[in-house]
């Protein structure tokens, strides 16, 4: 696969970002995260790394508009991030699925709180209930479409959760250690559905792992993230060939 040529306007451009947790913390001079450049570009999978406590969540905040930096300006799909973005989809270690849900239910939590699904979420459920049903068995659900998440694997779960992310079908997927509490045949399993999810629909992918493994498999880009307060240290393009 073919990357954008990088002088084209990247998809996501952090540009001198620095974010200070509260105004005691910046008045301290005390940083989570520094002297943050970043340009990725459209349709490119990137991968963080770095210790415990680094600020590899705090990135993805900031990715997310779910924090405001301290100073510096972000970026994403052209537009300045003034709040958290709609573009976007999330999935977490934790599948976080409600247990009161079926899992095709739970997939389809998004279209009925995101604008513009949720405004024609009753008249077309039938559609969106299609879509979440043919991406559950994308991802090895089949069968499994109308059972609770007590009656999932810890692996079933997160697949049903990266299906949730991407059911509203967002430009970005941002995953924090999504395979981090996964047996490694599970895992490794995982990364083949995300790398064929990818590979198929191009949206952008910000993965924070711990894995070095998993960061190589699946990314074009890897960054290293220096320990507390965070900056990246080390660019590294994987020139191995895809599919991988």
């Known amino acids: 696969m073919t990357l954008q040529n990088t002088a084209t306007t990247p998809f996501v451009d952090f540009q001198g970002v620095w974010l200070a947790y509260n105004e005691e913390f910046l008045a301290q001079r005390q940083y989570a995260v520094e002297a943050i450049d970043l340009r990725v570009a459209k349709g490119e999978f990137i991968a963080i790394v770095g210790p415990s406590g680094c600020g590899k969540s705090t990135f993805m905040k900031l990715a997310t508009g779910l924090k405001m930096p301290s100073q510096g300006r972000i ?131 910000i993965l924070v792992t711990h894995d070095l493994r998993e960061s190589v498999f699946l990314a074009d880009t890897v960054y290293v993230m220096s320990k507390s307060p965070g900056r990246f240290v080390v660019k590294r393009e994987i020139d191995l060939p895809r599919p991988r």
């Open 75 to 205: 970026l994403i799909d052209g537009q300045p991030v003034a709040g958290p973005l709609k573009i976007s989809g999330m999935a977490f270690q934790a599948p976080s699925l409600l247990p009161w849900r079926t899992t095709v239910d739970n997939v389809l939590l998004p279209l009925e709180i995101v604008e513009p699904y949720r405004s024609s979420f009753k008249a077309k459920r039938k559609q969106y209930e299609e879509r979440a049903r043919k991406l559950l068995q994308k991802v090895g659900l089949g069968g499994y479409e109308d059972k609770f998440p007590w009656q999932l694997s810890g692996g079933m779960q997160q697949r049903a959760s990266i299906c949730r992310a991407l059911i509203h079908e967002p430009k970005m997927l941002l995953l924090d250690e999504p395979f981090g509490a996964l047996d490694a045949f599970t895992r490794e399993e995982l990364w083949c559905i995300l790398r064929d999810l990818w590979t198929e629909q191009q949206f952008n992918v």
